[in-house]
């Protein structure tokens, strides 16, 4: 598990987090175009199957891998997106699934303007529905688009979707979200 590099179009990969995060379970990597020495990592796998490894938040590396920091949301669980403003790299937006097991509070989009510091829970459904996905519109990045849907695995089946999930769309940077209802 991890993340890894390449130099040389894919012929050789050098893991750049081990012994620097302490998990293997990788659900998303976004690289800053405006810096591409930062490179934000969310934790947990991203698909809740039959086998699940739970995630332990955000991590962000400012000199492309060589020395990483935990930075956040370590009961999120499942990340499975994470973007970047394309201009400001301390701009990112992170899509919860929240405790692959159980409700929890710690699951939505979630969005910092200061490199992680801190972190705003910009959409919130309940403690069952997590962010799925999260985009940015290409050319517009205060058009936000987020998946929202419930997904909890048990010992004996895996819960996926509800009513309350669903699309919803932000106009101003992902400060607030409306549910796309139709089209």
């Not at 998990?23 to 976004?30: E, F, I, K, N, R």
């Not at 790299?89 to 969005?111: H, L, T, Y």
């Not at 517009?140 to 004996?156: G, T």
Request: glycine fraction near 14%.
């Amino acid at each position: 598990g991890g993340l890894f590099r390449t130099t040389d179009g894919g012929a050789t990969w050098v893991s750049i987090t081990d012994g620097k995060v302490p998990l293997g379970s990788t659900g998303c990597v976004a690289v800053a175009d405006s810096d591409p020495n930062v490179i934000y990592l969310g934790t947990g796998s991203d698909d809740v199957r039959s086998n699940v490894s739970t995630g332990r938040g955000m991590y962000k590396t400012t000199d492309g891998g060589q020395t990483w920091k935990f930075i956040g949301l370590y009961n999120a669980g499942q990340i499975g997106s994470v973007r970047i403003h394309p201009t400001n790299p301390n701009i990112v937006w992170v899509s919860a699934q929240g405790d692959a097991f159980k409700s929890n509070a710690e699951r939505g989009v979630f969005k910092t303007t200061d490199g992680g510091q801190t972190w705003r829970k910009v959409l919130f459904v309940s403690d069952q529905v997590g962010a799925m996905d999260v985009e940015l519109q290409p050319g517009d990045p205060n058009v936000v688009y987020a998946w929202m849907s419930r997904l909890e695995r048990k010992p004996w089946t895996i819960i996926s979707g509800s009513r309350d999930a669903g699309f919803y769309k932000s106009t101003d940077g992902g400060e607030h979200f409306t549910k796309i209802a139709n089209g």
